[in-house]
């Protein structure tokens, strides 16, 4: 039986994979060449992944973000934010995991986890010249125990202040 990581890790690569398969698979009229490259680049990660090589697939598809933005292509995926990455990875997983985590822990799927490292004070003297999307990277932090939530990670008072500055 497979344990949470690796159900995890499976779920980050699926999700990366489709998204990838999904804009090679589309006829976008882009750079052939570059396309084919990431093309073959996708078939190793996903080769890799195959072998439980999760490091080596993970590392071809970071490759796979760089590539695309070197090549200019403008309608290749971007690198998503940490915060959509863990909600697509946990939107991908939420269907394995309660296979094999404990009962105790599934009851705890859907309890909210804010572990708060900067204190709000710390934070707006830290950070008044960057932009708000920056600060939300910053207070994001993604679920402390391990095992995804269903619920949003971000307090609500750290939106309101994103959204006041």
Not at 96 to 110: E, K, W
Not at 142 to 148: D, E, T
Request: hydrophobic fraction near 40%; include cysteine.
């Amino acid at each position: 039986m497979p344990d949470a990581y690796k159900v995890m890790l499976d779920a980050e690569l699926r999700k990366a994979f489709d998204v990838w398969s999904g804009y090679l698979d589309a006829q976008t009229g882009e750079d052939l060449q570059g396309r084919a490259e990431l093309r073959s680049m996708l078939e190793s990660a996903h080769a890799a992944a195959t072998e439980n090589e999760y490091a080596i697939a993970r590392s071809w598809i970071a490759d796979m973000y760089d590539e695309a933005q070197e090549a200019g292509l403008p309608w290749a995926p971007s690198l998503p934010r940490p915060c959509e990455a863990d909600q697509q990875v946990r939107d991908y997983a939420k269907d394995a995991l309660p296979q094999v985590l404990p009962l105790g822990l599934r009851d705890r799927l859907d309890d909210i986890a804010v572990p708060l490292y900067v204190t709000e004070h710390r934070l707006q003297q830290a950070t008044s010249s960057l932009d708000a999307a920056t600060r939300q990277d910053i207070v994001y932090s993604p679920p402390a125990h391990g095992w995804p939530s269903t619920s949003s990670t971000r307090p609500q008072h750290n939106a309101n202040w994103n959204a006041s500055r």
